[in-house]
């Protein structure tokens, strides 16, 4: 990390709008997934019960109960995710954006983009682990 990032204590304005560019078209995608998870559950939902083959009919409900809960698994997580990018935008606007809340010192740009949602440094991530 260069000198000037280690003695900055916040993004600058132009900075912020960078990152909020990025947070918001992440957020539209998982958004639209999770749409898409939802309309796919539904439809399993929907699915009609004309199977007359026993033995095959059991055997797809049982397919059908696991792919459910899959799917229901991946909605929760992915709504996980919309509010932890909403939560980034409230940050951006309060100006907190970037900064860990451990170590209370900017988080890498790189790591931003990668991660736009975090609030730590790598640094205290990996302290974390141990």
């Known amino acids: 990390m260069n000198e000037e990032v280690k003695t900055r204590t916040r993004y600058s304005d132009e900075e ?25 559950l539904s439809r399993r939902n929907d699915s009609g019960t004309d199977n007359t083959a026993g033995n095959l009919k059991m055997l797809e409900d049982g397919a059908d109960t696991i792919e459910k809960e899959n799917l229901s698994q991946l909605a929760a997580r992915q709504q996980k995710f919309i509010t932890q990018l909403e939560n980034a935008l ?16 900017l988080i890498q740009k790189e790591r931003l983009m990668a991660v736009p949602h975090t609030m730590h440094s790598i640094e205290a991530k990996l302290a974390k682990r141990q």
Do not use: M, P, S
């Open 16 to 40: 912020l709008k960078e990152f909020e560019a990025v947070i918001t078209e992440k957020l539209d995608k998982a958004k639209n997934e999770l749409n898409y998870i939802k309309e796919t």
């Open 90 to 105: 409230v940050r951006i606007k309060n100006r907190t954006y970037g900064i860990c809340v451990d170590t209370g010192k």
